[in-house]
């Protein structure tokens, strides 16, 4: 063979080694950049049955009206300028995909140039020449972050890093500007009304709309939309003082920028103008027409009712409507508005004070709902439509139309502030002879009126209630606290200040003695001495039956039912005592659990996990976690790789939420324990989620759910 010939087959395998090196790259960057639609992800009911299923790289982000989101991603790494991530909507009862997907942001080292034509990539040539930068000079080029995104109408909106001073400008997927980047900040909140609220290289904003007009022209400080999405507000300033002026989404002015104060009400604008140091109250409506003129001292707007209530600078009242019409045909001394209350769907009425002082009660047209006038009454406590009403020196509770709840025969009646329940059900009573006690909303007395009144030393004294145990405590004196209950007679407790745990346990404190600030329950009996002020102690009630946790110092102790159950000296910093019979000693890392009787179950490595009805606990000689339920009782025992809990939607109980554990056994294989104890599905799955209150789950080929 000659020598050409030889050259000749020589360079025919480097080219061929090219070649398949061509080959293998291309393939790789092609495989890189092809689409990853992940496995299969099933979503299942807690009956076995299959909802719907999808491919998705990620769990499935399950919606309400029946749709799904999925996530496809190409095969570049997440921390790589070329990782894409992109997502659509399936509708499982329509069995209908999405047309497009959407990205999951748009934001580029650059803006994109008419060559680089898909606006949803990042730019490569980007991407090679910031490289070539940080390898020649050790730093990256100077960008701005870039917020760019896609209006409605297809342009985009982006930075302009050709500029040192970051511009905004719009520009199509080709790199055309629409709009010059001329502004120094582009807000496409407000896109689905049509509108882009523009700041100027002066900071003046205004508004343009999606043809890029100026429907306000750039001339205010401030722009936004009420928080009701009914009128645009500006703000501009004038000798040194904020002006509001109102706008609708046309740009056609509502009010000019002349007042102090804009709110809106419905289809009504409430505007307050400032005159010679005094402020003046007026109404218009949504078209700029001016109901009620800027002249009054206050004005309050009833929605419900369509009523406004205007007091005069002479401290006259008067009701009118929408229009501005007196529906009463004068004015009171003082109206008042009780809202419609949307709990006992009870509409809008008013309380009344003639001319003469004496109360009543009307609706929103003036008629009286109940035919007593009062001497007095109290709207501030209301609850509901529950009203403080008093005749001839007495008080007593009455709803809108005049029914009694609580008789007429105290001296105060006051409302439950200082509790440990929203709810509302009873008010503390002072009777003629300055007793105080607990009557229901039905005349019922759950504490007699006892002979302690409220100290009067502290100005910040109270009242102060426990629904849970109905127990009524507060200081009649300095330094001297009384706990007033509905099964136990009075006890007083000397004390700087009483603090209510919960179940009947009380924290009484002295502050000036390190050692004494000790624990109690609500007949005055002691549970223990405290070691120090900072004390943590925590309170839950188990089998009706209080259970108390201590960390005092560097020791912690157990109480359950008035008898110590336990003593640690591990130092914790705090502790939990949980409604299910578990007791939680936290150090920095992880917490140690107990019983009620005081046998230690494990730990728990997760804060989040500590109050939940099903506690995650791991045995530290094995590593391996076990379940304890609501009652805490040990539901499984510790021989799991893995548990976690979450919620999710019961189909079979009204799609109430329940808490369940996903758990994965020692073969790998991942099932889910309800909080009674029954397996919902027993361990089968290679993957399992639990995220938006449903059950995800991938299957292997032909594998089959068993319930």
């Not at 509708?91 to 209908?96: I, R």
């Not at 709110?263 to 402020?279: P, T, V």
């Not at 009403?389 to 105060?412: H, P, S, V």
Request: glycine share 6%.
């Amino acid at each position: 063979m000659s020598t050409y010939e030889k050259r000749l087959k020589e360079d025919l395998k480097i080219l061929g080694g090219f070649l398949i090196a061509a080959v293998i790259i291309s393939a790789i960057f092609i495989y890189l950049n092809s689409c990853n639609k992940g496995p299969t992800r099933y979503v299942l009911d807690t009956e076995g049955n299959i909802i719907c299923s999808h491919k998705s790289t990620e769990p499935l982000d399950i919606h309400n009206n029946n749709t799904v989101t999925y996530t496809y991603t190409n095969n570049w790494s997440e921390r790589s300028k070329f990782y894409n991530r992109q997502s659509g909507i399936y509708n499982f009862e329509t069995n209908k995909d999405s047309d497009t997907l959407t990205p999951d942001n748009l934001t580029t080292d650059n803006y994109i140039s008419s060559f680089w034509w898909d606006f949803f990539y990042n730019s490569p040539k980007d991407f090679a020449i910031n490289s070539i930068y940080e390898m020649m000079y050790h730093s990256v080029p100077y960008t701005h972050t870039n917020y760019s995104c896609t209006l409605n109408n297809g342009d985009v909106y982006l930075l302009d890093h050709r500029s040192y001073y970051t511009k905004y400008g719009i520009a199509n997927k080709f790199g055309i500007w629409v709009d010059k980047p001329d502004y120094d900040y582009l807000d496409t909140s407000y896109i689905d009304k049509g509108l882009l609220f523009v700041t100027t290289s002066t900071d003046l904003k205004g508004v343009m709309n999606l043809e890029y007009k100026w429907i306000i022209e750039p001339n205010f400080s401030r722009i936004s939309i009420d928080n009701n999405d009914t009128y645009i507000q500006v703000m501009k300033k004038k000798d040194g003082t904020d002006c509001y002026g109102a706008y609708d989404f046309d740009g056609h002015v509502i009010l000019d920028a002349d007042y102090s104060y804009i709110h809106d009400f419905g289809s009504l604008l409430y505007f307050d103008k400032k005159d010679n140091g005094r402020h003046y109250c007026g109404i218009c409506d949504l078209n700029g027409n001016i109901i009620l003129e800027p002249s009054y001292e206050d004005i309050d707007i009833d929605e419900s009712s369509e009523r406004i209530i205007t007091e005069d600078s002479d401290g006259n009242y008067m009701l009118l409507d929408f229009s501005g019409n007196d529906v009463l045909g004068e004015s009171f001394k003082y109206i008042e508005c009780l809202k419609q209350s949307f709990v006992s769907n009870i509409p809008s009425f008013f309380i009344i004070q003639d001319n003469n002082g004496k109360y009543y009660i009307c609706d929103k047209d003036g008629n009286k709902l109940a035919d007593s006038q009062y001497d007095y009454l109290d709207s501030w406590v209301s609850s509901d439509d529950y009203i403080i009403a008093e005749i001839d020196g007495k008080r007593g509770l009455i709803d809108r139309l005049g029914n009694i709840y609580i008789n007429f025969e105290y001296k105060e009646i006051i409302r439950n502030y200082n509790t440990n329940n929203e709810s509302e059900d009873n008010c503390i009573v002072i009777t003629e002879d300055d007793c105080v006690g607990i009557v229901d909303y039905d005349n019922k007395t759950v504490i007699n009126p006892q002979k302690y009144k409220l100290s009067e030393i502290d100005e910040n004294s109270d009242y102060y209630y426990a629904y849970d145990a109905d127990i009524m405590f507060f200081p009649y004196d300095i330094n001297n606290w009384v706990i007033l209950s509905s099964n136990s007679e009075p006890v007083e407790i000397k004390c700087d200040y009483l603090e209510y745990l919960g179940s009947g346990i009380f924290k009484a404190c002295k502050y000036h003695d390190q050692y004494c600030d000790s624990v109690i329950d609500y007949k005055g009996q002691f549970i223990c001495e405290l070691r120090q002020h900072d004390s943590d102690v925590s309170v839950s009630t188990f089998n009706e039956k209080p259970l108390i946790a201590i960390i005092s110092g560097c020791y912690g102790s157990i109480f359950y039912d008035g008898s110590k159950v336990l003593d640690i000296d591990d130092y914790s910093y705090h502790c939990i005592s949980n409604s299910n019979g578990t007791v939680l000693f936290w150090t920095t890392a992880e917490a140690k659990v107990y019983s009620a009787d005081g046998e230690y179950l494990g730990i728990i490595e997760d804060p989040d996990e500590g109050q939940k009805s099903l506690l995650v606990v791991k045995d530290e000689s094995t590593g391996l976690y076990g379940l304890v339920g609501k009652n805490g009782e040990l539901l499984l025992d510790y021989e799991y790789k893995y548990i976690e809990t979450s919620c999710i939607v019961n189909s079979s109980h009204d799609n109430k939420s329940e808490l369940v554990a996903v758990v994965k056994n020692k073969k790998g294989k991942y099932g889910i324990f309800d909080a009674n104890g029954n397996w919902i599905y027993e361990p089968q799955f290679d993957w399992v989620s639990l995220g938006n209150g449903f059950i995800q789950v991938t299957l292997r080929w032909g594998q089959k759910v068993k319930k």
